[in-house]
């Protein structure tokens, strides 16, 4: 894996930002959205967003209404609930009001394409166990930033 930025350098440029953060999240799931229709994703089309609870889960679901929007039956699989007054909590709310349906993760069932918002850069630890068998049962995954449960420096996983 070759990154085009180191984890610290991403936080620095988070950090440093002065753009409007709903804007960027915007952006970003906006941006997430058309890698899935790059995938096929559009009306007819079943597709699940596993969402953290943090920004990352927030471009998921800008992803999740994008992708409404073009016709697709999205369900969001929460992993964990965003706090209030965030942008991730924002752009869930905005994703309920589209008609997204929002659940708590269960186990992985057959769709067209996963979305994998759960976790960015800044992961470490291990995976857990529910989530790495939605990434691992074979469907078309499109990550958000960086695969969930890979090391942002290395590209390896600890664990699943």
């Known amino acids: 894996m070759n ?11 988070d950090f ?18 058309l890698a ?18 943090g920004n990352n889960g927030g471009d998921g679901y800008v992803a999740a209404t994008y992708l409404v929007q073009r016709g697709a039956a999205v369900r969001v699989h929460a992993v964990g609930d ?3 007054d965030t942008p991730a909590y924002r752009a869930m709310r905005r994703a309920e009001r589209a008609g997204v349906q929002i659940t708590p993760l269960g186990p992985p069932r057959s769709v067209d394409i996963v ?3 759960v976790v960015g850069t800044g992961f470490q630890g291990e995976l857990a166990a529910d989530v790495a068998e939605w990434i691992d049962f074979g469907t078309a995954v499109v990550a958000v930033d960086i695969p969930s449960g890979l090391n942002g420096d290395t590209g390896m996983a600890s664990g699943a």
Not at 3 to 13: F, K, N, W
Not at 16 to 33: H, N
Not at 36 to 53: E, N, R
């Open 36 to 53: 899935a229709a790059d995938l096929g994703a559009g009306y007819g089309t079943t597709i699940d967003v596993l969402c953290g609870k």
């Open 115 to 117: 979305i994998d918002a």
């Open 16 to 33: 440093e930002t002065t753009e409007d953060i709903d804007q960027l999240m915007d952006r970003a799931g906006f941006a997430v959205a």
């Open 82 to 84: 965003p706090s209030a």
């Open 3 to 13: 990154p085009i930025l180191s984890v610290a350098e991403m936080r620095r440029v």
